[in-house]
């Protein structure tokens, strides 16, 4: 979308010449007879500001040249630099590299995770703020800079210089792992003008490493993922979403605009999106067409950002960033200030075993063969995490789910108790947190997603598809 006339005075109506006539009156007068110092260019931007800031909207802006060059990096997915993620040492020293991105300067260079760069092109880094230190990174492509760098541990250890020759550097926002045989975990934590590819690309190497059962379960981790770029959320969510629309934009005319799914099949039979307070915008784009799906939200309330902003370049090199239309779910749901709620919620500090259902209490808690209720449908939760799947009706005591305690007890070389006794119970507890914390690396939201894809249950009181946020 653009702005009518893109600046063109003649472009406009007498009515909106006659609204701006204050305005250029105003600049005239202090142009001319303003007694004090001033600055054309500042009370420039300050109109320009107070414009867009009188809309009340705080998702539309005006990005000075500057600004605008450094916001257009955020989203480009690349930029022309050495290709290190840094963070201030501790001891206030300089800048300590918490990771190298793969194909960088750097990694050619042999900067390695753990070094401290004491001083740039001899420029010493200590008490230097950590976005300045940035910005000393960056440069032309082409450029060498020289990097004074502490390895080791000690104080003896003598600093070591490295010259990097800087380029482009492609900021990874797609990372990718199996979590099991079949199960597979993606998460992005920005929507780049690459993602879309680079998600798709990760998809089918997850695939490849999935094993023979292939890629049957996906966890979507989108927590505390801003937003960014429609084309490439609608890009990822239309890989997982079988058919029809993956969004709906409404722009400020009332014009719709359908974004149908481009689906790459095999697709994985159960997904679960993991979201919180800060998922956002086009990150809500993907969950909730997922949801819409059949997929899982697992979390907290998303953000509600549901409006599209254009980004409209001005003549001076600045940009306009302003809210032009809405986006509404595939079934038709609003999400602007409303935001989607999850199927399974969880509060700030979830337990790895709430995906769980939990043991019964009392007498309820022992149960045997040809029982029914809680205790042993949490007995087979616990067998099927751990890998001992059953096959008697959930919450049934049958033979399969003997079959399986009588599997798990001689693998853990338990004594054979044919139920669930407390012995029994503790053993499972066990190794049902061992398993998720080496499995999940210790994420307590990741292992309840991931225990609903391993049992095919949802935990108690969660209800699938229940699908937050309002109609339009």
């Known amino acids: ?133 940035a910005s000393l990174l960056k440069g032309q492509s082409g450029t ?50 690459n993602t879309g590819e680079q998600f798709r690309n990760s998809l089918a ?72 307070g800060l998922t956002a915008s086009a990150a809500e784009i993907v969950a909730g067409a997922l949801q819409d799906s059949g997929a899982l939200l697992v979390g907290q309330r998303t953000y509600g950002k549901g409006s599209v902003q254009s980004l409209i370049p001005l003549r001076d090199g600045g940009m306009l960033k302003l809210t032009a239309a809405h986006y509404y779910t595939p079934k038709g749901r609003a999400i602007d200030h409303v935001g989607l709620a999850p199927d399974v919620p969880l509060g700030p500090a979830p337990q790895p075993t709430d995906g769980l259902a939990p043991w019964g209490e009392g007498q309820a808690a022992f149960a045997v063969r040809g029982d029914s209720g809680p205790s042993v449908r949490a007995l087979q939760d616990r067998l099927a995490l751990l890998g001992y799947p059953v096959d008697d009706g959930a919450g049934f005591f049958g033979p399969g789910t003997l079959a399986a305690l009588v599997r798990f007890e001689a693998d853990r070389g338990l004594a054979r108790d044919y139920g669930t006794s407390a012995a029994v119970r503790q053993a499972l507890d066990e190794a049902v947190g061992d398993y998720l914390a080496r499995v999940t690396q210790g994420d307590a939201g990741l292992a309840v997603a991931f225990t609903y894809l391993v049992t095919g249950r949802l935990p108690e009181g969660a209800a699938a598809g229940a699908g937050g946020g309002a109609s339009p």
């Open 144 to 193: 060498r800079v020289t990097l004074t760098l502490h390895r080791g541990s000690g104080d003896a250890a003598a600093p070591t210089q490295v010259v990097v020759t800087r380029g482009p550097v492609e900021l990874p926002s797609v990372t990718a792992r199996v979590l099991a045989p079949g199960v597979g975990y993606m998460r992005i934590d920005q929507f780049n003008a």
């Open 1 to 133: 979308m653009r702005a009518v006339g893109e600046g063109d005075w003649s472009a406009l109506s007498p009515a909106e010449r006659s609204e701006l006539a204050p305005v250029l009156q105003v600049y005239q007068y202090i142009v001319h007879d303003y007694a004090g110092p001033f600055s054309s260019e500042a009370v420039v931007e300050g109109a320009l500001r107070g414009m867009v800031e009188a809309l009340g909207d705080p998702h539309s802006s005006y990005f000075t040249p500057s600004e605008s060059a450094s916001f257009t990096d955020t989203l480009s997915g690349t930029y022309v630099g050495v290709g290190v993620v840094i963070q201030a040492a501790e001891d206030g020293t300089g800048a300590l590299v918490v990771e190298v991105l793969p194909g960088g300067p750097a990694e050619a260079a042999g900067v390695e995770a753990g070094d401290v760069i004491l001083a740039v092109d001899g420029v010493p880094l200590s008490g230097v703020p950590i976005d300045v230190v």
């Open 205 to 276: 190497h997850l695939r490849a490493e999935a094993g023979a059962r292939g890629l049957v379960a996906l966890v979507l981790d989108l927590r505390a993922n801003p937003g960014g770029y429609v084309d490439d959320a609608v890009s990822v969510a239309g890989a997982l979403v079988p058919e029809g629309p993956v969004v709906r934009i409404v722009d400020a005319g009332g014009a719709e605009v359908d974004y149908p799914a481009s689906p790459e099949p095999p697709l994985p039979a159960r997904i679960a999106v993991l979201v919180d």
